[in-house]
């Protein structure tokens, strides 16, 4: 039988989602977000790069100027107005002691009490072959978390230490363990992912708003299997 997928903690008021590209948390995790936007919390985005390599017919310089509006865009979609990008090469991240201090400062300026990011394991579920990026942020967030509250830690940091990070949750998990009801804000997920047209567009022939209403309801209906029958987002949850 398959195991059912706890509630995820709500007694929290900032959120900090932290991904490596544009896009990243709109295949799923913005219905989320738009969930607890609506429920008053305040949610930031910090992505590390512009995704400037992620469209083959466009140069790096055009794309990143196009994707970081269309994310921008989508955030705003989902309830979130604060979209930070730190400039990192899109594709060739490398996990390390300068990412994590990245991270770390982003999390000690925003102080959240939870963090999420987008699956850093070597596969998605088992099936596909995760990128290199994902895997490097992922797995900088973890560590990152930890790293905010350690003043001898990058102690060069503007901001100053925050050991305020109750759980780090891990969206698109292979391994999930709680999950977010979006019966109310799943539109607003499809029409965020909706926001990514050139991104879209590059990638298939499908219409956009189709190509993202099946995935994002697709999801949904997945999760929903060990979630009540609600459409949800599934996580996997790291208390800390």
């Given amino acids: 039988m398959t195991s059912q997928l706890e509630p995820m903690p709500e007694d929290w008021q900032r959120a900090l989602a932290i991904v490596a590209h544009p896009d990243d948390l709109e295949y799923g995790c913005a219905s989320a977000v738009a969930a607890w936007t609506d429920a008053g919390r305040e949610v930031s985005y910090v992505l590390a790069t512009k995704g400037e ?7 790096p310089v055009k794309s990143a100027a196009v994707r970081e ?4 865009a989508s955030a705003a979609v989902a309830g979130v107005t604060s979209v930070e990008f730190l400039g990192h090469a899109d594709g060739v991240i490398e996990y390390g002691t300068a990412l994590r201090r990245d991270l770390a400062a982003a999390i000690r300026r925003h102080r959240p009490e939870l963090v999420i990011t987008l699956n850093p394991d070597d596969t998605w579920n088992g099936t596909y072959w995760n990128t290199p990026d994902h895997r490097a942020v992922g797995r900088a967030v973890l560590d990152a978390a930890g790293d905010a509250g350690n003043r001898w830690i990058f102690p060069d940091t503007e901001a100053e230490p925050w050991d305020g990070v109750r759980w780090v949750a ?10 977010v009801d979006v019966t109310t804000s799943l539109e607003r997920g499809v029409r965020s992912l909706m926001e990514h047209r050139a991104y879209i567009e590059a990638l298939t022939t499908e219409d956009p708003e189709a190509y993202a209403r099946n995935l994002i309801e697709g999801f949904a209906r997945e999760t929903a299997e060990r979630f009540g029958g609600r459409p949800a987002v599934a996580f996997r949850l790291f208390p800390r």
């Fill in 170 to 179: 891990i969206a698109g998990s292979g391994s999930p363990t709680h999950a």
């Fill in 69 to 72: 509006r269309e994310q921008r």
């Fill in 53 to 59: 390599a992620g469209i083959d017919t466009l140069e």
